[in-house]
């Protein structure tokens, strides 16, 4: 016994160690930076100022950080429903025995393999073109003249724009997440079913919905990561920094690091960890809620 406790000890601890430096203590650094002033996020703690929660008070203070979680709560909801939509639907349909099954997933999932820069650069310059993008082209061979018109890059449209775009890419991967689950669920409930005299409505209401509760809370909690992490499609839709349409709180994080945007004149590491600290919450405030609302103990495939 005591050998096996040494055996478990010495293979542990090097991942033990190896948890604590990249986890973490770069967790428990952003959490007490939070309550600094810090200029340069290399500084010495000898040149942080003690502040306690006046970066969080400042953050809810700042209109533009207010208009930036507004943003990203955009984004997360109505993104959030338009994606899980998607992808619900078209893992069921391929999820059904549909002919070239494996070809249609690659389809889908294609935007996922594809750099955000080039796919964000295709829709900018090929969908929104007010020249000769593929939105203007179609409605205009349609006779739409109206929609023709619709400049999608200016302030009233750019971030339905921006969002279109965003879950385009994302819609093939959440698909793969919700069919692994739906492939399973055993046949023998839709056989049973089908005797029974259920529909495939009524089947996928009742058997496959709250089989896949468990799939919807994962789903939800890593489309809340990535939307919280929204940056490099807010800077590609935008020709200023601190674009009050596409900023996230993501972006402000970066212009109080590093000084960027026009409306930064000072930088604060401290007060970037302080974002960094909210938005890990909301994210943590998500998955609690998850596994609260959607509980499947009592449910087995």
């Not at 600094?36 to 010495?44: L, R, S």
């Not at 005797?195 to 890593?222: E, S």
Request: hydrophobic share 55%; with cysteine; charged share 10%.
């Amino acid at each position: 016994m005591k050998r096996n406790k040494g055996m478990i000890i010495l293979f542990l601890t090097p991942a033990v160690l190896m948890f604590s430096i990249i986890f973490l203590y770069p967790i428990i650094r952003t959490i007490v930076m939070s309550f600094f002033k810090i200029d340069g996020i290399t500084d010495p703690v000898a040149k942080w100022q003690f502040t306690g929660l006046s970066n969080f008070i400042r953050l809810a203070n700042t209109s533009l950080f207010r208009i930036s979680m507004w943003n990203l709560f955009r984004i997360w909801l109505i993104g959030g429903i338009i994606v899980m939509s998607l992808a619900l639907l078209f893992a069921v349909i391929i999820t059904s025995g549909i002919r070239f099954k494996s070809f249609f997933r690659a389809v889908i999932y294609l935007p996922n393999i594809v750099s955000a820069v080039a796919l964000a650069t295709m829709w900018l310059q090929y969908v929104y073109s007010p020249k000769f993008g593929l939105l203007k082209t179609v409605f205009s061979n349609l006779g739409l003249t109206s929609l023709a018109k619709i400049q999608w890059l200016d302030n009233n449209h750019k971030f339905a724009a921006l969002l279109l775009a965003y879950c385009f890419g994302m819609v093939g991967y959440h698909m793969l997440i919700f069919a692994s689950g739906i492939e399973r669920i055993s046949s023998d409930y839709f056989e049973a079913a089908t005797l029974d005299g259920a529909n495939k409505l009524n089947q996928f209401r009742y058997i496959t919905l709250p089989l896949l509760k468990g799939v919807f809370k994962t789903n939800i909690t890593m489309w809340s990561v990535t939307s919280v992490g929204f940056f490099v499609w807010s800077q590609l839709f935008s020709t200023v920094t601190a674009d009050t349409q596409t900023i996230t709180p993501m972006v402000y994080m970066y212009m109080q690091i590093f000084g960027a945007g026009n409306s930064i004149t000072e930088r604060n590491s401290g007060l970037g960890a302080a974002i960094g600290v909210l938005l890990s919450i909301c994210v943590v405030a998500v998955f609690w809620l998850c596994s609260h609302l959607l509980r499947d103990d009592d449910l087995e495939f």
